[in-house]
């Protein structure tokens, strides 16, 4: 079984400042690795993933998550923060290679401040 | 616009009814997910189709009841609900057999009265 932690609930940044928001996870095996974002009234849409290959992944809209084995995190970064981050983001885990569910952490809820 | 569309997008229902929410992907994909987001709470998964066969059910109440018809559409039926089954249902799908990247609809927002 996988578990994910996210261990902050609220991020609140101000515009233009950078953000970092945590994700650890739990995993007897192999996992795939996914930030999810969640606009108001809105389902999820994906924003990146880490399948293989390089540990370092990168969104169009800036977003940038790096995939750390050891520390088994797979934390969200962004340099700089526009109003429209606010968000709620959701880093999930599958082990992949079939139909598998995503489990999800609890969410961050991003919010940006003018 | 995800490919995956959900109807309806609310829905208001009583202890005794009996509702479905319906969910269809454009995508060509073959399995398909049903997830239930509460206040507070992690994303649940609940059900997963591959090939229209249910590989995996959560331990979800008997008074939720899937179906999938075929590849592309995925009903949730449901009947003599709780209140604490109001919440917002996600559907997704995937390709199955490769790497599982899962894509949502936009969500049926249920409250059970």
């Known amino acids: 079984a996988q578990s994910v932690t996210q261990l902050d609930s609220q991020v609140p940044v101000f515009e233009e400042a950078p953000v970092e928001l945590r994700c650890n996870y739990s995993?007897?095996?192999?996992?795939?690795l996914f930030w999810y974002v969640q606009y108001p009234n809105q389902g999820l849409q994906l924003l990146l993933k880490?399948?293989?290959?390089?540990?370092l992944v990168e969104s169009i809209n800036g977003f940038e998550a790096e995939f750390n084995k050891s520390q088994t995190s797979f934390h969200l970064r962004k340099p700089s923060v526009h109003i429209s981050d606010t968000a709620e983001y959701f880093c999930?885990?599958?082990?992949?290679?079939?139909?598998?569910?995503?489990?999800f952490g609890k969410g961050t809820h991003l919010i940006i401040q003018p | 616009e995800t490919g995956v569309t959900q109807t309806p997008r609310h829905l208001v229902m009583g202890m005794t009814n009996k509702k479905s929410l319906k969910c269809e992907q454009h995508?060509?994909?073959?399995?398909m997910y049903w997830y239930k987001q509460s206040a507070k709470k992690p994303l649940e998964l609940m059900f997963v189709?591959?090939?229209?066969?249910?590989?995996e059910n959560n331990s979800v109440p008997s008074r939720f009841s899937p179906e999938c018809p075929n590849s592309s559409h995925l009903f949730l039926h449901l009947h003599t609900l709780q209140p604490e089954d109001s919440a917002l249902y996600l559907c997704?799908?995937?390709?199955?057999?490769?790497?599982?990247?899962?894509?949502f609809g936009a969500g049926t927002r249920l409250s059970v009265l």
């Open positions: 997704a799908s995937s390709p199955s057999g490769q790497k599982n990247i899962q894509y």
């Open positions: 995993s007897s095996v192999s996992v795939y």
């Open positions: 880490y399948l293989s290959g390089s540990t």
């Open positions: 999930a885990v599958t082990r992949g290679g079939g139909a598998d569910g995503l489990t």
């Open positions: 995508l060509g994909h073959n399995a």
């Open positions: 189709y591959n090939f229209k066969e249910q590989t």
